[in-house]
């Protein structure tokens, strides 16, 4: 029997390290890889290279940013789409407040100030009892670091252009997972309930004293879900 392929797509400022407790996790059984989100400053073009790579069928791990490339992705390519997971992620595309703070973050960068752009994006990234876990921030700056400036702005610019992916939901017609920390503050609820209603087989789980990053936060529950809900697709 051949091993399930997996493709993880991450967020913004994020590396491969994100999935690192699920790498090893899922490493003995399943084949895993890694999408760049660092050479290309639209979503479309990070869906491209994320096929580019992949194996002709394949299940699809995506977190934050790489949400908006999974979408593209059952846009482009639906039936190379095992199934999908959604962590943290939401399918509107900015309004003028997310748009300001993005433009906000630019001007920072390219005044020479992206160590700001960071550390203000910390109190957002992890639940509040965790902005003192000296580990897990060690992490987070980490992977904003080895990002770095010029790619976070392209990043910026993708996540500034994207599609508003709502429309598209209904097509999505593989099984869904979603997973959300309960205090995420970047996605909400609402985000969530929107996704659940426009994926016809789609299911959330909610993880407890989490923030954005589940994978990191709350990576045993993370792998649990993970796990289970691959030897079930396969």
Same mark, same amino acid.
């Given at each position: 029997?051949?091993?399930?392929?997996?493709?993880?797509?991450?967020?913004q400022?994020?590396?491969?390290?994100?999935?690192?407790?699920?790498?090893?996790?899922?490493?003995?059984?399943?084949?895993?890889?890694h999408a760049?989100?660092?050479?290309?400053?639209?979503i479309?073009?990070?869906?491209?290279?994320?096929?580019?790579?992949?194996?002709? #069928?394949?299940?699809?791990?995506?977190?934050?940013?790489?949400?908006?490339?999974?979408?593209?992705?059952?846009?482009?390519?639906?039936?190379?789409?095992?199934s999908?997971?959604?962590?943290?992620t939401?399918?509107?595309?900015?309004?003028?407040?997310?748009?300001?703070?993005r433009?906000?973050?630019?001007?920072?960068?390219e005044?020479? #100030?992206?160590?700001?752009?960071?550390?203000?994006?910390?109190?957002?990234?992890?639940?509040?009892?965790?902005?003192g876990?000296?580990?897990?921030?060690a992490?987070?700056?980490?992977?904003?670091s080895?990002t770095?400036?010029?790619?976070?702005?392209?990043?910026q610019?993708?996540?500034?252009?994207?599609?508003?992916?709502?429309?598209?939901?209904?097509?999505?017609?593989?099984?869904?997972?979603?997973?959300?920390?309960?205090?995420?503050?970047?996605?909400t609820?609402?985000?969530?309930?929107?996704?659940l209603?426009?994926?016809?087989d789609?299911r959330?789980e909610?993880?407890?004293?989490?923030?954005?990053?589940?994978?990191?936060?709350?990576?045993?529950?993370?792998?649990?879900?993970?796990?289970?809900?691959?030897?079930?697709?396969?």
């Amino acid at each position: 029997m051949s091993r399930p392929s997996v493709v993880f797509a991450s967020g913004q400022l994020l590396t491969e390290a994100v999935w690192a407790p699920q790498r090893a996790a899922l490493a003995p059984a399943c084949d895993l890889i890694h999408a760049d989100h660092t050479q290309d400053d639209t979503i479309a073009g990070m869906a491209l290279r994320l096929l580019g790579a992949a194996p002709p #069928r394949f299940h699809l791990v995506a977190h934050a940013m790489g949400g908006f490339t999974a979408f593209e992705v059952m846009r482009r390519a639906p039936e190379r789409v095992l199934s999908l997971v959604l962590i943290s992620t939401l399918a509107p595309n900015d309004g003028p407040a997310q748009t300001e703070r993005r433009q906000g973050y630019i001007r920072l960068v390219e005044a020479g #100030r992206f160590d700001e752009v960071v550390e203000e994006r910390i109190p957002i990234l992890v639940h509040p009892d965790r902005r003192g876990d000296a580990d897990l921030l060690a992490v987070v700056r980490r992977m904003a670091s080895d990002t770095g400036a010029e790619t976070f702005l392209r990043q910026q610019r993708a996540i500034m252009s994207r599609l508003d992916s709502r429309a598209s939901l209904a097509a999505i017609k593989v099984p869904t997972l979603l997973i959300r920390g309960d205090a995420d503050g970047i996605t909400t609820e609402a985000h969530q309930a929107e996704m659940l209603a426009g994926i016809a087989d789609a299911r959330l789980e909610v993880i407890s004293d989490c923030g954005h990053l589940p994978t990191l936060e709350r990576p045993d529950q993370t792998n649990r879900l993970l796990t289970r809900w691959l030897e079930e697709g396969t």
